[in-house]
């Protein structure tokens, strides 16, 4: 399924009456409040969304599921190219490429560490999970909530409310917490409807200047559609998930063979890297981190004229947004699309990760992950690795 990793239901909102001397604060928790208490047998929607892989639209199909323990409901997500189905003891995807099964009821039974993929899979960043979500916003002493000026949406007039969140980010149904090394403000903004009361869109914002929207449209209540395949087993196309394992490079090995697709210049390979150091990221566009490592790596190819900079993404799937996201945020070195077999060679997966090679093409170090210190270590053994003969 394209890019959109955040899907699925909301429950039926009871319009509730708002004065206007409520704080935004009590807005979030009178939503939650209204979702979380509503009785509807189904619910339909279509989440539009707007982010750096272009414009998408998703629909979302959910039930009430009373015997899961995980999340209480069934769902499907249904994109262009694909579809994400939770029926309570499975998790699979039918696709136009591939249909797979992710997990089985005994997995994360097991397994309990699994637990949280099924929210993350399923509705991450839909209405549902932004009710659960938001009354841990406003009892966060450290956030900052603020009405924000009215809009209109589809001829609706909306109230919009912003959330500015100190070293922690909206991750599923939880705030996600960032190492204390590592500060940073995560800024969302909720649009609801006046009428109804209804979520109508929210956005986190980018690093230059805007927000990533998602538009919710076309709310269908109260209309079970009993037409629907909900089984692993009633598509016969579909094959279990074959986990991959991953062994990362160490310190010593080779730079391995690899292809990326590099926009204006066509295919690259490890052969454009020898007697070279080298610098190489790799970044996904819907990796927060990956996104805040830009502005180090740009310093750093800036820095090291001596130093070749490649940026590999191996993740996203067509090179046009690649060339649209490098634009949009400024981004200085040259990048690649790559494969999954780049991910294999190198033994990435994981995002952002740094690997810097010598002039022989043996890797001086690795690191996986965005630090308050990651710069700093970077520069420390860029210089190293630059000044051997």
């Not at 797979?100 to 560490?113: A, C, F, G, V």
């Not at 080779?254 to 690259?268: C, H, L, N, W």
């Amino acid at each position: 399924m394209k890019k959109i990793l955040f899907i699925l239901v909301c429950g039926v909102l009871a319009a509730a009456c708002c004065k206007d001397d409520k704080t935004a604060a009590e807005y979030l928790t009178e939503y939650s409040e209204s979702v979380m208490g509503s009785k509807a047998s189904a619910i339909r929607f279509n989440a539009v969304s707007e982010r750096d892989s272009g414009t998408e639209t998703l629909e979302v199909y959910a039930e009430p599921n009373p015997a899961d323990t995980v999340i209480g409901i069934r769902f499907q997500a249904t994109s262009a190219d694909s579809r994400v189905i939770y029926n309570g003891t499975e998790l699979f995807v039918i696709g136009l490429r591939d249909s797979y099964r992710y997990l089985q009821k005994n997995d994360y039974e097991t397994y309990p560490i699994l637990k949280p993929f099924i929210p993350i899979t399923g509705y991450a960043g839909s209405p549902f999970s932004f009710a659960r979500v938001l009354p841990k916003i406003a009892a966060d002493t450290t956030a900052r909530i603020t009405m924000l000026a009215d809009t209109v949406i589809d001829k609706l007039k909306c109230r919009q409310i912003g959330v500015t969140l100190r070293n922690k980010s909206i991750y599923g149904e939880s705030l996600y917490k960032f190492p204390a090394d590592m500060p940073r403000e995560f800024v969302y903004k909720f649009i609801f409807s006046k009428k109804d009361g209804l979520l109508r869109g929210e956005g986190s914002a980018n690093d230059v200047g805007g927000y990533d929207m998602v538009y919710y449209t076309d709310y269908v209540f109260d209309r079970p559609e009993t037409d629907r395949k909900w089984m692993f087993a009633d598509y016969p196309e579909a094959k279990p998930y074959e986990r991959t394992e991953y062994e990362m490079l160490t310190v010593g090995n080779p730079m391995p063979e690899f292809s990326a697709i590099v926009d204006g210049k066509g295919t690259v390979d490890r052969s454009a890297f020898e007697g070279k150091p080298t610098l190489i990221l790799f970044w996904t566009m819907g990796c927060g981190a990956s996104r805040s490592a830009i502005p180090v790596v740009n310093r750093l190819y800036e820095k090291y004229p001596a130093l070749t900079v490649f940026g590999l993404n191996n993740d996203d799937p067509e090179l046009e947004y690649i060339t649209r996201f490098v634009k949009k945020y400024d981004i200085r070195y040259t990048v690649g699309l790559g494969n999954r077999e780049a991910s294999l060679a190198f033994g990435v997966n994981g995002w952002p990760t740094f690997m810097l090679f010598g002039r022989d093409g043996k890797l001086r170090f690795v690191q996986m992950g965005l630090g308050g210190t990651t710069e700093k270590t970077l520069c420390e053994e860029i210089e190293k690795t630059i000044a051997e003969k």
